[in-house]
């Protein structure tokens, strides 16, 4: 008890040793290497960097691998928040306003808790961070544009495609008995030729479909192959008699 009244004594009456456990807690006083301000707030700026570097990774690769999508902005500011405050507390030689003339006041009207000093805020504000990004999770997705405005957008678009290939249609629609006109042009004036050309031309029309029916085609081979077999039947029944 009395070494540790004695290294309490002797932190809060040097002032460099005093600024630096109000900014980083009772973790300063391992820091055995440090003498001045600039050594305590290089030293904590150094322990709190991985923090920060290593939440913005990890964002920024679940955001690449299509994870945490909802409220990625918002994840994005609150991080930067938390590390300005963090950056102008520990700078400063003077407590943070918002500590002194905000959330100490209210404690002391409110609770018995005794004052919040700058480390204190900081592990404060790192805790609501990660209640941010839990109320994040849980809000984002909720906000979402819902499922029926995209399925009208959906349903625009294939308003859309179903107008375009109707035009197309009748272009080509057009195109076609353009064509045929320019074919049946030789018998314009004869039109027994006409009729006649127009009916085998429909036929063949009728016959190309057929056949190129996947179907149609797979029937036709199973009727060709039973009557190669049966040919090959007969051929043998024939030997069989003839010998």
């Given at each position: 008890m009395y070494i540790n009244i004695k290294l309490a004594r002797e932190t809060l009456l040097d002032p460099v040793k005093?600024?630096?456990?109000d900014r980083f807690g009772p973790s300063m006083l391992e820091w055995k290497r440090c003498t001045t301000?600039?050594?305590y707030i290089?030293?904590?700026?150094?322990r709190s960097a991985p923090l920060y570097i290593g939440s913005t990774i990890f964002m920024v690769a679940y955001?690449?691998?299509?994870y945490l999508q909802s409220g990625q902005y918002w994840r994005y500011v609150t991080v930067a928040?938390?590390?300005?405050f963090e950056m102008y507390t520990v700078t400063r030689p003077f407590h943070p306003p918002i500590l002194t003339y905000f959330i100490n006041p209210i404690l002391r009207r409110v609770t018995p808790h005794h004052p919040y000093l700058p480390f204190q805020a900081l592990s404060l504000a790192r805790k609501v961070s990660l209640s941010i990004f839990i109320a994040i999770n849980q809000l984002a997705p909720q906000y979402k544009p819902q499922a029926g405005a995209a399925g009208s957008k959906n349903d625009a678009a294939a308003n859309e495609?179903?107008?375009?290939?109707?035009?197309?249609?009748?272009?080509?629609?057009?195109?076609t008995k353009r064509l045929l006109a320019l074919e049946m042009s030789?018998?314009?004036d004869d039109h027994q030729m006409e009729g006649r050309a127009r009916d085998q031309l429909k036929a063949w029309l009728v016959r190309n479909e057929i056949r190129n029916d996947a179907g149609v085609s797979a029937a036709i081979k199973q009727a060709i192959q039973r009557r190669s077999q049966g040919s090959e039947e007969?051929?043998?029944?024939?030997?069989g008699n003839s010998r």
């Amino acid at each position: 008890m009395y070494i540790n009244i004695k290294l309490a004594r002797e932190t809060l009456l040097d002032p460099v040793k005093r600024f630096a456990y109000d900014r980083f807690g009772p973790s300063m006083l391992e820091w055995k290497r440090c003498t001045t301000r600039s050594d305590y707030i290089l030293a904590g700026i150094t322990r709190s960097a991985p923090l920060y570097i290593g939440s913005t990774i990890f964002m920024v690769a679940y955001g690449f691998l299509g994870y945490l999508q909802s409220g990625q902005y918002w994840r994005y500011v609150t991080v930067a928040a938390i590390m300005v405050f963090e950056m102008y507390t520990v700078t400063r030689p003077f407590h943070p306003p918002i500590l002194t003339y905000f959330i100490n006041p209210i404690l002391r009207r409110v609770t018995p808790h005794h004052p919040y000093l700058p480390f204190q805020a900081l592990s404060l504000a790192r805790k609501v961070s990660l209640s941010i990004f839990i109320a994040i999770n849980q809000l984002a997705p909720q906000y979402k544009p819902q499922a029926g405005a995209a399925g009208s957008k959906n349903d625009a678009a294939a308003n859309e495609q179903i107008d375009r290939l109707t035009h197309l249609g009748r272009a080509l629609d057009a195109e076609t008995k353009r064509l045929l006109a320019l074919e049946m042009s030789p018998f314009r004036d004869d039109h027994q030729m006409e009729g006649r050309a127009r009916d085998q031309l429909k036929a063949w029309l009728v016959r190309n479909e057929i056949r190129n029916d996947a179907g149609v085609s797979a029937a036709i081979k199973q009727a060709i192959q039973r009557r190669s077999q049966g040919s090959e039947e007969d051929v043998v029944e024939v030997t069989g008699n003839s010998r």
